[in-house]
């Protein structure tokens, strides 16, 4: 039965990702995107362009992009111990936002001068920004004891940020707050070979290091005194797992804007799927969900329309906030909650 | 050698002393109950017993090794713990929950290995759970889930197991019972149990020895028989002296 539910999951992550080559600006069959895939030069040049220089490296960025927020959303709620932690909420997405808005704004680069040092700097700061924001929440959870209120001080720094994001807007050129407004509505396409090989290096990396903390997860499950009773070293693991939280929810941002909703999202439905919090499941089904869930985005972000890509942002809290919401509403019924 | 003895142990935080110059010893197959009212440092004595809190005089030796020059997984292997802590534990089945006593055993990885698996599944039959290890953890009763915490700790294999306040949560029938386990476990695996409580009547007939926080804060420990045969040490547990011990029902009135 469990075995069948992650058979269920691996078989969604393919037919999403055809469905994600085949369907868009323009419909392209499934024999000639196997055919591309396989390596062969199709007949048709455009389709050739379409498949391998934009759709392929869009569908991977958003597998990736989905696995990495989900898995930072997990190391969250597990480690402050609360079902409604996420990059997002806990201010880690609106730390990266800041420094990726110091480094448009402040260096007034724009969308049509992408180089590779200006993306170099983008993710950079994103990072300082995401790791600025762990900091804080590192430093407050030492003296603030509960989560909830380390929740509420995430928020509060949320503001903080974005109070810093609008200053910067208002003093910046039009061109500058133009290529700002339109990463922060969050995008998988316009991905290169070269920016995916830099994403895919360092999320994959995070991706496997947090495949190491599966044991301690398990046991902070129980809670901080307990797991201490066990012989986890508390500060280390809790640091180790915010750092990675930081990392996993900073690269994504840099590259693909601030995405909400996923990191919250993904772990509760990769909880009811698979019934169990065992981390040892729980991670890797989460990664897989996580990525399912960032190609079912970009389906629907480009399935409407057809000529233009719907801001992955506006397509996320539809996906959402239902299932927020009947977590909340259910969660005397669900197992993991309880 | 005694698994556990307290020399002029002096605790508290920072520069605030709650105890001071305590002196016990846990016995092997024994069950120890540590009594007081609220606020006389229960908590406080048992977590720098376990290590949670640094001690701020004294000694403690635990199988003949100071305490505090333990390692954390050293430390995991000779003392577990019970709590009344809310666990996020109920998407785990109880077998799993159980396992994760072998934590401080495990690799890297926590795999179990056969062994492992035998010492989950004796843990759990010790305390009557066997049959229900496949079952999630939330759709036990608040005593099964406490049972299956204390199978998490025989799991951990530790000679000693610190309860605070195990069965507070707990319904009156839940609360013999688990007391009764607790004095079963402690002769039959030779554990030396420590427990804290207010449920004084049912600890008193089950306890091999109390230890017993006063209301002034001093520390007094004992056989049960010989402690409770005389109702002046019992009532300084309780600084209203219209609560008194009578020795014949074993019982405050």
């Given at each position: 039965?469990?075995?069948?539910?992650?058979?269920?999951?691996?078989?969604?992550?393919?037919?999403?990702?055809?469905?994600?080559?085949?369907?868009?600006?323009?419909?392209?069959?499934?024999s000639e995107v196997l055919r591309a895939l396989a390596g062969q030069q199709l007949d048709n040049p455009v389709w050739q362009v379409i498949l391998i220089e934009s759709r392929l490296p869009m569908t991977l960025c958003a597998m990736l992009a989905g696995a990495t927020l989900s898995v930072a959303g997990l190391l969250l709620q597990t480690t402050f111990n609360n079902p409604l932690a996420g990059p997002s909420i806990l201010g880690i997405s609106?730390?990266?936002?800041?420094?990726?808005?110091?480094?448009?704004?402040?260096?007034?680069?724009?969308?049509?001068?992408?180089?590779?040092?200006?993306?170099?700097?983008?993710?950079?700061?994103?990072?300082?920004?995401?790791?600025?924001?762990?900091?804080?929440?590192l430093l407050?959870?030492?003296?603030?004891?509960?989560?909830?209120?380390?929740?509420?001080?995430?928020?509060?720094?949320?503001?903080?940020?974005?109070?810093?994001?609008a200053l910067l807007n208002f003093f910046s050129t039009q061109e500058g707050v133009h290529s700002f407004v339109i990463w922060g509505m969050g995008s998988f396409s316009g991905m290169t070979w070269s920016r995916l090989g830099i994403f895919a290096a360092i999320g994959l990396t995070a991706l496997l290091l947090s495949l190491l903390l599966i044991k301690p997860l398990n046991a902070m499950l129980l809670g901080s005194r307990y797991a201490e009773s066990m012989g986890v070293n508390i500060r280390r693991t809790r640091n180790s797992l915010m750092l990675l939280?930081?990392?996993?929810?900073?690269?994504?941002?840099?590259?693909?804007?601030?995405?909400?909703?996923?990191?919250?999202?993904?772990?509760?439905?990769?909880?009811?799927?698979?019934?169990?919090?065992?981390?040892?499941?729980?991670?890797?089904?989460?990664?897989?969900?996580?990525?399912?869930?960032?190609?079912?985005?970009?389906?629907?972000?480009?399935?409407?329309?057809?000529?233009?890509?719907?801001?992955?942002?506006?397509?996320?809290?539809?996906?959402?906030?239902?299932?927020?919401?009947?977590?909340?509403?259910?969660?005397?019924?669900?197992?993991?909650?309880n | 050698?005694?698994?556990?003895?307290?020399?002029?142990?002096?605790?508290?935080?920072?520069?605030?002393?709650?105890?001071?110059?305590?002196?016990?010893?846990?016995?092997?197959?024994?069950?120890?109950?540590?009594?007081?009212?609220?606020?006389?440092?229960?908590?406080?004595?048992?977590?720098?017993?376990?290590?949670?809190?640094?001690?701020l005089g004294g000694?403690?030796?635990?199988?003949?090794?100071?305490?505090?020059?333990?390692?954390?997984?050293?430390?995991?292997?000779?003392?577990?713990?019970?709590?009344?802590?809310?666990?996020?534990?109920?998407?785990?089945?109880?077998?799993?929950?159980?396992?994760?006593?072998?934590?401080?055993?495990?690799?890297?990885?926590?795999?179990?290995?056969?062994?492992?698996?035998?010492?989950?599944?004796?843990?759990l039959e010790a305390v009557g759970m066997a049959d229900r290890r496949t079952q999630f953890v939330a759709t036990l009763s608040d005593g099964m889930r406490q049972k299956v915490m204390l199978a998490r700790a025989l799991a951990q294999t530790t000679p000693i197991i610190v309860l605070d306040e195990p069965t507070a949560f707990l319904d009156a029938a839940s609360r013999v019972e688990t007391m009764r386990l607790l004095r079963r476990l402690a002769v039959e695996q030779q554990k030396s149990i420590l427990v804290s409580t207010h449920d004084i009547g049912q600890i008193l007939p089950l306890a091999h020895r109390l230890w017993l926080l006063t209301h002034s804060r001093s520390f007094i420990a004992g056989e049960t028989a010989r402690l409770t045969a005389d109702p002046g040490v019992m009532n300084t547990l309780f600084s209203n002296r219209d609560i008194k011990f009578d020795p014949v029902r074993q019982e405050f009135f």
């Open positions: 039965m469990k075995t069948l539910r992650f058979v269920i999951l691996l078989t969604a992550l393919p037919l999403l990702f055809f469905a994600c080559m085949m369907w868009g600006s323009v419909d392209i069959p499934a609106s730390g990266a936002s800041l420094g990726v808005a110091i480094v448009m704004l402040l260096l007034g680069a724009s969308v049509t001068t992408l180089g590779f040092g200006y993306y170099a700097a983008v993710v950079g700061g994103a990072m300082a920004g995401a790791m600025l924001i762990m900091v804080v929440l407050f959870s030492g003296i603030v004891r509960s989560t909830a209120m380390l929740l509420i001080v995430g928020i509060l720094v949320g503001y903080l940020t974005s109070s810093g994001i939280s930081g990392l996993l929810t900073a690269v994504t941002t840099a590259f693909c804007g601030p995405i909400g909703f996923i990191g919250l999202v993904v772990p509760h439905i990769a909880r009811m799927f698979l019934h169990t919090s065992n981390h040892r499941r729980l991670l890797p089904a989460t990664a897989l969900t996580g990525s399912a869930v960032g190609l079912l985005c970009t389906l629907l972000s480009v399935l409407p329309s057809r000529a233009e890509v719907i801001p992955v942002n506006a397509i996320t809290p539809i996906i959402g906030i239902p299932i927020i919401i009947y977590i909340i509403v259910a969660r005397k019924r669900l197992h993991y909650f | 050698m005694e698994p556990l003895t307290l020399h002029k142990l002096t605790c508290g935080y920072h520069s605030t002393v709650i105890l001071r110059d305590i002196d016990a010893t846990l016995h092997r197959g024994e069950l120890t109950a540590l009594l007081g009212a609220n606020g006389t440092g229960k908590s406080t004595l048992l977590r720098t017993i376990c290590g949670v809190q640094p001690a000694t403690i030796m635990v199988n003949g090794e100071p305490l505090g020059s333990m390692s954390p997984r050293k430390l995991a292997r000779t003392i577990s713990i019970v709590n009344t802590d809310h666990t996020g534990a109920g998407g785990l089945t109880v077998e799993e929950l159980t396992a994760l006593g072998r934590h401080p055993f495990t690799g890297f990885f926590g795999r179990l290995t056969h062994a492992d698996r035998r010492i989950v599944r004796e843990a």
